[in-house]
């Protein structure tokens, strides 16, 4: 019999710092019983054997339990400790060295017997953005009738249980004001509610998420999309991408998504609890007006995921060290931190071609010696007409260039 303690951490602490800290709880090592992956902890006059502590190793996200996702942002490491015989005696040593050796390394306890999770503070608390003009990433997810409803709905929990506990529906509804709660109408409520819903369910998340949207599986058919916002402020700590980016990447995979993309949008006013778009907030272009699909956007956004069709249309246009094979199909992400249109346009730093905008383009597609740089050849964007700059979606010209699947009667 043995008694199993888990330490999920964001920092590995270093052998000699792991020996240090031993050594203030009154502990010590046994060199000649400890191994490269364990240390023996012993205690006492007589060296008493205590407990083993395994040494920290790698883990990925999909190895961290839900319970310790919902309280520790960026769990990295494991340190494992046993107590080892049924002596009971030993047991609150290593307890109590695991809350020390958690608060040392940024962590949580998972007592494996009783499920109790212990930390102290929250580390998944965000900074409280003021009321006022804010930047946002917005995330689509763009899919075909079959990544719709009750499949996506739950796919959404279990991969933001997984991931992101923050962009679960707090609150939700197909209309405001958003009439049921996760908590208190559970998750089937939730599931139920998209599989009927013609249109949309909206929701509100937990900060640094804000809100989002998924797409009823009783709408018409088409390309839908899904939605999710996010402070940009927050996406500035790496921790918090890598969440989102999972979050992104698997959902995408999950629903077969067409395309998927998490761009930034200046200049958004942001209330306190919601966000909306007034005349100098930055246009954000809607790939699937009506269900008919577009192209892929007109100009180069942060993240990118794209469907095993579009993978075989792009994958020569992007430079290799920012792509990554993701499930079937692709992710493509440019820089760090979230960086928004004018930075990746900047960053591009070529003119290349480029779709002409307005009605001229309805006759001549051919790029003009002035044309600003693009992120993909122009025959796989759509070409928006900007001649009502009121118009918050403007109408799109279809791409020339798509997959055979995603083709209409354009």
Known sequence: MSYDVQVFAQRALSSDDVRILLGDAGLRVDDEASSASSLTVVRGAQARYSFTLGLPVPIEAEDVPEEVTAVLLGAAYLYELMVEGSSATETPHAVRFARRLATASDGVVVDQQSGEVWTRGKSRAV???????????????????????????????????????????????????????????????????????????????????IEGSMAGGAGRPGVHSHGLSVHRGALADPRWREALRCLFVEFAVTTEAVYASAEVARGVEWSGRSVGYGPTAERVTYLAARGTWAGLPPYPVWWSWFSPEYTLLVRDHLPADEVVDAGAGMFHGRGGEPLDRGQLTAAIGHPAEAPRRGLSNLFSRRPTPTSPATWLPAHLLPVVDESDPRLHNPPLTPAMTMPDCLQSDH
Request: net charge neutral; with cysteine; hydrophobic share 40%.
């Open 127 to 209: 900074p409280v953005v003021q009321r006022g003009t804010t930047d946002i990433v917005k995330v689509r997810w763009y899919v075909p009738p079959e990544g719709t409803g009750a499949h996506a709905a739950d796919a959404w929990l279990s991969l933001a249980r997984r991931h992101l506990p923050e962009a679960l529906p707090r609150r939700f509804g197909p209309v405001e004001p958003l009439s049921m709660k996760l908590e208190s109408d559970g998750a089937g409520a939730f599931v139920d509610a998209v599989a009927a819903e013609t249109m949309a369910v909206y929701y509100k998340g937990t900060a640094p998420c």
